[in-house]
């Protein structure tokens, strides 16, 4: 079992930043593949990034196009997401998940945290 708290969500103007935090507990985290996925309103959950155990491995959706940087410090047990040149369309509730696998699919991570709220203005 893991258990996933996100933080650092909040509400920023266009062009502007944030960083999400994932900390994560329970069994060994560093073995776990990490990642952040997100859901707005009226929408599927969508892939995020994503890292493999020792970072190895990155992965990001296509509408990142450079701005969001994945990255994680298994001495904390946590994962971070960096967010630049943020867009009133990047709103949503962004949620970190573990696997043991990569996938851009959420219906293959086991472990979810409760979502933090992400909110653009234009």
Not at 5 to 22: D, I, R
Not at 67 to 88: E, G, H, I, W
Request: proline share 3%; hydrophobic share 30%.
């Amino acid at each position: 079992q893991v258990q996933l708290v996100e933080s650092g969500g909040g509400w920023v103007q266009t062009g502007g930043s944030l960083s999400l935090s994932c900390v994560a507990s329970g069994s060994t985290s560093s073995r776990y593949v990490m990642g952040w996925f997100r859901q707005a309103p009226g929408k599927e959950r969508e892939f995020v990034a994503a890292q493999g155990p020792r970072g190895q491995i990155t992965s990001y959706g296509d509408f990142v196009d450079g701005r969001f940087t994945v990255s994680r410090d298994n001495a904390k047990n946590t994962v971070y997401l960096q967010m630049n040149s943020l867009k009133p369309e990047d709103t949503a509730v962004y949620y970190c998940a573990a696997d043991v696998n990569l996938s851009h699919d959420p219906g293959r991570y086991d472990y979810w945290g409760q979502g933090t709220q992400v909110t653009v203005s234009s």
